[in-house]
């Protein structure tokens, strides 16, 4: 078992920085893909972003690429995701996810664990 925990969600303005947190619990986080997903009111789940066990590839969605960063700390079992240049669009709650495929993936089914995820609100 894995047992995630996200933080640094909040309140902020077009345009701001967050740094959200997934702090990890249990297995040997090291070997485990993990990624970031977001649900805003009545919209589906979408996938943010992924980074490898193996190499720490990252994979990010197109809404995002170029603003937000994913990073890992396995000494901290912690990984990490940078936002940069926040929009109202990212308005959302934010969940990390952790799975033991090879490879990342962008869909929820691909990740065995989940957080109880992270409030993002930006204003306009």
């Known amino acids: 078992q894995v047992q995630l925990v996200e933080s640094g969600g909040g309140l902020v303005q077009a345009g701001d920085s967050l740094r959200l947190s997934c702090a990890a619990s249990?297995?040997?986080?090291?070997?485990?893909?993990v990624a970031w997903f977001r649900q805003a009111p009545e919209k589906e789940r979408e996938f943010v972003a992924a980074?490898?066990?193996?190499?720490?590839?990252?994979y990010y969605a197109d809404s995002v690429k170029g603003r937000f960063t994913i990073s890992r700390d396995n000494a901290k079992n912690t990984v990490y995701l940078q936002m940069n240049s926040l929009k109202p669009d990212d308005t959302a709650v934010y969940y990390c996810?952790?799975?033991?495929?090879?490879?990342?993936?962008?869909?929820?089914?691909?990740?065995?664990?989940w957080g109880q995820g992270t409030q993002v609100t930006v204003s306009s």
């Open positions: 996810a952790a799975g033991s495929r090879i490879a990342p993936t962008t869909y929820g089914a691909g990740y065995d664990y």
């Open positions: 980074i490898s066990w193996i190499g720490g590839t990252t």
């Open positions: 249990g297995r040997t986080f090291s070997n485990y893909n």
